[in-house]
Each structure stands twice: as C-alpha cells, then as structure tokens.
C-alpha cells in the first residue's frame, strides 16, 4: 500500500511541477518576447523619425531656395528649425534606449555625419535668407546633398543593426522556449514512466490478491464439501 500511495503521490507532484513550470516558463518567454518587441518597435520608430526630419530639413532648404515670397520664405526656414528639434527630441530618446554596442556605434556615425550636415544647411539657409541665392545652391548641390545622402545611408545602417539585434533577442528567447519544452517533455516521460511502473505494480498485486482469494475460496470449497460428505455419511449409518 505504501509503495503505490507513493507511487501516486510522485505522480502527482512530477504533473503539478510539469503544469506550473510549463505556465511560468511560457509567462516569462511571453513577457520577453513583449519587451523585445516594444523595444524593437520603439527604436525603429526614432530612427524612422530622425531619418523623416533629416530629410525633410534638406527639402526645406530647396524648397527656400526656389521661393519669391519672403513670407513663405520665412514659413519655411520654421519648418526646417521645427525639424531640427524633431531630429533633436528623438535622438535623445533613442540614446535613453538600452542599446547594443553595434547600435551607439552606428548611432554615432550617424550623429557625426548630422552635425556635419547641420553646418552646411544652417550656412545655406542663411545664405538663402541674406539673398545669395547662387551661392546656396552651389553650397547645397555641392556639400549638403552629398552629406544628407550619407546621413540617409548611415541611418538605414542603424535600422538594420537594430533588427539585427530583434533578430538576436528573438532567437535567444526561442532557444529558452527549446529548454523549456525539453525539460517539459522529459518531466512528463518521467511521470508516465512512473505511472506505468504504478500501474503495473498495483495490477500485478490485484492479480496476486484475486488468485489468492481464488485459492482460499477453493480450499473453502473442499472443506465444505468434505464436511457434506461427512454428515452424509454419518446419516447412513
């Protein structure tokens, strides 16, 4: 009796520990997965808005180049500061981020090729504004785009070592769930395995006590008819 209220009891404990493994495991490896895609997601979307002001800056400036109104002129020069600060305000969120060494490191390639930028587009638009036309748009074809077009590049560099990085995050998080579900599986042979050799046990023992009981019940069956026989005997005499 002990040994099967054992061998039950283990059971039992090896499919608790199985189901709240199984449940702890698969909420932790949801959570991570939530945070690498939130994480993911927040970047690319600061990247994506550096990327959207650093050129529209650069649309700025052409469009004040071609501008005859000072009025629109003047709009135009306070959307290309306005952009400046939307360049401003995502890099600082995206320096806030937890970041891979390969990501500062294009971020910062990035940042370098920017402010290089920034110079030769704050010189054009005060050039713009002074009237030299011919000499901005000298300055613009000559220094500007060239830097914009290598501000653009490094910035689509920065976005694929970001989903480098998502892809990383992803596959340590599968590599989790794959010992997960190993140790699972190997949790759940153990307890059949202990349930079949219960099992076995219990049937083995209950075949025992039948044929016992089968044999008691036939010594019984002699004992009764001996006895009949007996009195039978007695009566003829």
């Known amino acids: 009796r002990f040994f099967i209220l054992a061998g039950f ?6 499919m608790a520990i199985l189901t709240f493994t199984g449940l702890t495991q698969m909420a932790v490896m949801h959570e991570r997965m939530e945070a690498v895609v939130r994480e993911y997601d927040g970047k690319i979307a600061a990247v994506s808005v550096m990327r959207n002001a650093a050129r529209e800056r650069a649309i700025a400036l052409h469009r004040m180049a ?5 009025f629109d002129r003047d709009e135009e020069l306070s959307r290309f500061r306005a952009f400046a ?11 806030d981020m937890k970041l891979t060494p390969a990501e500062r490191d294009a971020l910062a390639k990035s940042l370098e090729l920017a402010r290089a930028g920034e110079e030769s587009q704050e010189a054009v ?3 713009i504004v002074a009237g030299h036309l011919s000499e901005a748009n000298r300055l613009l074809l000559n220094r500007v785009i060239p830097t914009q077009t290598l501000v653009l590049s490094q910035l689509d560099a920065l976005q694929e070592v970001q989903r480098e990085a998502a892809h990383k995050a992803a596959d340590a998080a599968s590599a989790g769930y794959g010992r997960t ?5 190997a949790l759940g ?10 099992a076995a046990y219990v049937l083995r023992r209950v075949t025992y006590t039948e044929g016992a009981l ?19 005997t007695t009566d003829r005499e």
């Open 9 to 14: 009891g283990l059971v039992l404990v090896l």
């Open 66 to 70: 071609i501008m005859k109104d000072p």
């Open 85 to 95: 600060g939307e360049f401003i305000q995502a890099r600082d969120k995206l320096r």
């Open 125 to 127: 638009a005060e050039l």
């Open 181 to 185: 579900y190993v140790y699972m599986v």
């Open 189 to 198: 042979f153990i307890a059949v395995t202990l349930g079949a050799f219960t």
């Open 214 to 232: 089968f044999q008691e019940k036939e010594r019984a069956q002699v004992t009764l008819d001996s006895i009949g026989d007996g009195v039978i």
